[in-house]
């Protein structure tokens, strides 16, 4: 008998299919290849009353994955935004924050900017922060701990996944939220400023009927081998004013005379962090594998 589902969990190769009368599935693929994700769509076969196979996965509104030269990780699919966590303790990297607002711009998928554990003081971060609320994005300061009522109306009506290095503080915001859901929180290792794993798999619940989140595993790096100069350029939200106004059709945005990106540059229109980032990443994409 097939039934469609939805994927509410991602355990490397086997999920959890929720079935259109609250029954959860847990489920294989067919193929190796297959890299299903926590929000898909998909149909399947039940071999049991507990188990099934997932014969196919119908066509996602947007994905979200990263990859480097030898394989790619999805990482949630059908979200209509990302929610980047991050906390002025421990520090963050910038370059992750960066990278995952490029995945979300060239996937469609609108971006809010997290800083976690407010109460720990940390006018670095701030700063930070600031800079990207100047470039229109929405971002909101929180203490998990005490409340996360300011997330529910940003929420309402999405399906959100968290993302975020470890220990910024997701599985709390996951249990403020939703307490029944239980998620492990975690204890900060401050010798290496750096949270230690908890969230092995990524798992949706819904937070009403009409509104979802995806909780998924701390990222440590974020390759963005699939998206192409041209996509590269257009996701960089400040770079768009300038885009096809160089001198040269294929400039690469480093040295060439007549450069109108570089030139933003050195009038402080465009942030050089956020320029050495992208020249970082277009350099990474530019070695191919064969």
């Known amino acids: 008998m097939l039934q469609e589902g939805l994927i509410v969990a991602a355990y490397g190769k086997r999920y959890n299919v929720e079935l259109a009368d609250g029954r959860t599935l847990s489920c294989v693929t067919r193929g190796k290849k ?159 400023d750096s949270g230690k794993h908890t969230t092995t798999a990524t798992h949706l619940y819904h937070l009403d009927s009409h509104s979802a989140i995806i909780d998924s595993p701390g990222l440590q790096e974020f390759g963005l081998y699939h998206i192409d100069t041209a996509a590269l350029e257009y996701a960089f939200v400040e770079f768009r004013p300038f885009i096809g106004h160089c001198k040269f059709n294929n400039c690469t945005h480093t040295h060439e005379p007549g450069c109108v990106i570089l030139e933003a540059v050195n009038t402080h229109k465009i942030a050089p962090g956020r320029h050495q980032i992208f020249q970082q990443i277009r350099t990474e994409n530019a070695v191919r594998v064969y």
């Open 34 to 192: 297959v890299d299903n994700a926590a929000g898909d769509r998909v149909t399947v076969k039940l071999t049991s009353a507990q188990e099934g196979v997932i014969e196919q996965t119908a066509e996602r509104d947007t994905l979200l994955y990263r990859s480097n030269a030898y394989k790619s990780k999805t990482l949630a699919a059908n979200v209509t935004q990302i929610l980047i966590v991050l906390a002025t303790q421990p520090s963050f990297y910038e370059d992750l924050l960066n990278r995952c607002l490029v995945a979300a711009e060239a996937s469609g998928i609108r971006a809010v900017i997290i800083l976690n554990k407010c109460d720990l003081p940390n006018p670095q971060a701030m700063q930070k922060l600031a800079g990207y609320a100047e470039l229109g994005y929405l971002t909101v300061q929180l203490n998990a701990k005490e409340s996360v009522e300011a997330l529910r109306p940003i929420l309402a009506g999405h399906t959100s996944v968290l993302v975020g290095q470890s220990g910024m503080g997701k599985s709390t915001i996951i249990n403020g939220l939703l307490p029944e859901a239980r998620s492990k929180t975690q204890e900060i290792s401050t010798t290496l």
